[in-house]
């Protein structure tokens, strides 16, 4: 058994309602509220193709596809194909999406999802039907997804000032990044762990958390964390975390609580 744990299709239809139309195996409530939640399907100019975040131990992918056209899905303008998993790689789930809407898109059946996804959760792999090669999980090595953002761009954009997010991830202390634009939160967020390489632990990353109750919750009983967030009230609310990462601005502020981290900068 591989590190897979559901996947469920949200399709916009021709009168423009959001429906989360089907899933295996079946996805509770309290989930399927969190993922229609970073489903972008009703904002068209604000749609974001690929999206990741992390919620109690469970790593979510995001994929939306256009469906116009499509003589298979004639009522459906929009869909997300959307994979549950236990392991962070953003690329192996986003190339596996792919395959999956292929399946689904040249027949118009979820239940066709169903056959490449029972092979990879039980065998590795499967046919990918969008080309002659075979889809493998042993092809997608974690230590490339860890390394597929820069650590570099991070260093250009802060300077001398990347110094306290070293310090900071190297104390375990709590990170918040925020960014306006989806894509720029998970892109920050995901290289900041390359800071303490040595330890190779991407589940200290949560990429995109909205400040409600139930994703708070979840966030706070860790004791360290990088969590990305596009809602800019975020700097106001410094008993989230110990250092503040401002990605527009290119500025880095360390909150009044843990001053005392400063000290390990010099």
């Known amino acids: 058994m591989y590190e897979l744990q559901a996947v469920a299709l949200i399709e916009r239809d021709t009168n423009n309602d959001i429906l989360w139309v089907w899933s295996y195996p079946t996805v509770e409530d309290p989930i399927r509220e969190l993922v229609m939640g970073r489903c972008t399907l009703d904002k068209d100019d604000d749609n974001v193709e690929y999206c990741f975040c992390h919620y109690q131990q469970t790593w979510y992918y995001l994929s939306n596809f256009k469906c116009d056209n499509n003589p298979n899905l004639p009522k459906v ?22 395959l999956l ?11 066709d999802i169903l056959t490449p996804y029972l092979s990879v959760y039980t065998k590795g792999s499967c046919p990918d ?16 997804a860890y390394i597929a953002c820069p650590l570099r ?20 202390k709590r990170v918040a990044v925020y960014a306006p634009v989806v894509q720029d939160v998970l892109k920050v967020t ?24 139930m994703e708070l919750a979840d966030l706070t009983s860790h004791g360290t ?20 990462v401002n990605v527009p601005a290119n500025a880095i502020s360390v909150a009044p609580h843990a001053k005392g981290m400063c000290k390990y900068c010099c």
């Open 101 to 111: 809407w292929h399946s689904y898109s040249n027949s118009g059946s979820p239940t």
């Open 225 to 244: 964390y990088v969590a990305g967030f596009t809602d800019a009230t975020i700097e106001a609310r410094t008993e989230l975390y110990d250092l503040f």
């Open 190 to 213: 995901r290289s900041l762990p390359l800071f303490v390489w040595h330890r190779q632990n991407w589940n200290v990353v949560f990429p995109h958390v909205e400040l409600n109750e």
């Open 77 to 98: 303008t929009m869909s997300c194909l959307v994979l549950l998993t236990k392991d962070f790689n953003p690329e192996k789930y986003q190339h596996f999406s792919a």
């Open 129 to 144: 039907p969008t080309g002659d090669e075979t889809f493998a999980v042993k092809s997608f090595d974690v230590r490339v």
């Open 153 to 172: 761009d991070v260093v250009q954009m802060f300077g001398i000032e990347s110094i306290y997010i070293y310090t900071a991830l190297l104390l375990k």
